[in-house]
């Protein structure tokens, strides 16, 4: 299971209903956050995400509407009895902010907290299904988007096929890793008639705040899914341009060099109520597209 | 009008679809804004208060449910084109948290922020309808209470006897002082013949979080309505007390001995996911009670 859901989806403040940046990407084994805007923890209890399997926390920028939640939810875990250790990752600065606010209560958390600090492109988790990078975008202050990769897998042996040429179960750790088998007799059995190639690796891209830049497409070249902020229609590029955001345009074009199979938008301004136009507007350069709805589920 | 507006209940974490602290107190002119836990902006929305009308907030102390909106608030107005000033009146360090989350953005607010101290007791606020003062609390931490009280209003002028007696105009602020009227031949009108005593000035007591203590009593003496937590029922008297909370039973003792005309009670425990018992309980000690479910409000 490789699935993204969003929790919130609005820009700078709540409006409409809709909540600050938030999103979750399940594994069978983790849940990642990436971004934790205010009402996250709320949002994760509505929608029925555990909270204990959340061991890694991405946040891509220190803009409020990006991580006010945080401090609310590390409280929360806390108070729930956590005692696992929890990763965040994010600029610096978010340490001293973190620290302050315990200092203020008198409290410390009954966990361990690991804080690593964003401040070069390259990988920074890597985990036993998944591996995470970093890499820069161009906002008003630092700002990080995140590569969320599967590992490559094992290929996968055809039962019948090693039957057949009665390949002893002690080999199959070789057949999965490609290798060849001889038999006794000098006979060689290419991997590729006892096996099949596994899946290709699936990739999610956030592409977090930024300006157009057409620069990060080789950085999420050919991702599964890319999310792509869209705070404006296109009517408003230089809007858009003079506050470092995008319009529905240039996303669809960032998804269309990169090679995206899936375009997901969000990040809307509180301007428009409705979301209609963001979608047929970024469709009309890249008709894979769909909103990132808060609650909405999509695999990769 | 005096009327508090509930916007949050709930004890330390949201939970059952209830809101950690946050109340508003209304008179025609300003909103009070007292405590400002996750999701404030969210509950001032939901319950139409304008956030334009807030000028002044109380943070009561520094315990996350407490006030974890409250960036998240200040940041939002200022993106709602907020340029008043804004008071807010908390424990000293919240001024250095504030500040550090608008340095990690690289940004300052478009509205002048005057932040008080709170280390005293005594009057902290003085507009022109309502005075507050604060008052200590015994909790973990550094904790305050808040009394707004109305202002004395001017005697009403009887328009029938000040007619009668043919008294100027000129006369009458002098009238709502309580002072007498001479006519031009030497007879004294008495005032209380031609005005009569303003509505007594109203009172609310916010007494925050604390362990139960009957010397707070003396300080919100005769309060016309005074909200005092019940994280816990009565039969958890020594939990309560182990972290600096009260019971049912004790806020209303508290009601009862400080001469309280209603007392709201709040602050519930996630344990806790219906309140009745909450209510019955406080009622066997004193009868004018009711829960501070979220979205309701009180006339004071």
Redesign the interface.
């Known amino acids: 299971m490789l699935a993204l859901t969003i929790l919130g989806n609005n820009s700078?403040?709540?409006a409409h209903g809709r909540n600050p940046t938030a999103q979750v990407l399940q594994t069978n084994d983790e849940n990642y956050l990436i971004d934790c805007g205010?009402?996250t923890?709320?949002q994760l209890?509505k929608y029925k995400i555990k909270k204990s399997k959340i061991n890694k926390i991405f946040i891509s920028h220190?803009?409020?509407d990006h991580y006010?939640?945080l401090?609310?939810l590390l409280?929360?875990m806390g108070?729930?009895g956590r005692t696992n250790d929890l990763h965040i990752y994010a600029?610096a600065?978010?340490e001293?902010?973190i620290q302050?606010?315990l200092?203020?209560?008198?409290t410390s958390l009954p966990y361990q907290l690991y804080f690593h600090s964003l401040s070069e492109e390259g990988e920074i988790s890597n985990d036993k299904k998944i591996t995470v990078s970093a890499f820069r975008v161009n906002h008003?202050?630092d700002c990080f988007g995140f590569l969320f990769t599967e590992k490559k897998k094992p290929r996968r042996i055809l039962a019948e096929k090693v039957k057949m040429y009665e390949i002893p179960e002690a080999f199959y750790g070789e057949l999965q890793k490609g290798n060849d088998y001889v038999t006794k007799k000098g006979t060689i059995i290419a991997n590729e008639d006892v096996t099949e190639a596994a899946p290709k690796p699936r990739s999610y891209a956030y592409c977090a705040d930024t300006i157009y830049d057409e620069s990060i497409c080789e950085k999420i070249k050919n991702a599964d899914l890319v999310y792509h902020e869209t705070t404006y229609l296109k009517d408003l590029e230089e809007r858009a341009a003079s506050r470092f955001h995008c319009t529905t345009t240039q996303a669809g074009n960032i998804a269309k060099i990169a090679g995206a199979k899936k375009l997901l938008i969000g990040h809307f301004s509180s301007q428009y109520e409705a979301l209609d136009n963001f979608l047929s507007e970024t469709k009309e350069i890249f008709d894979n597209t769909e909103i990132a709805y808060e609650g909405a589920c999509f695999k990769v």
């Open positions: 700078a403040i709540p205010e009402g923890q709320n209890t220190l803009h409020g006010f939640g401090i609310g409280t929360s108070l729930l600029p600065i978010l001293q902010i302050l606010h200092d203020a209560a008198n008003r202050i």
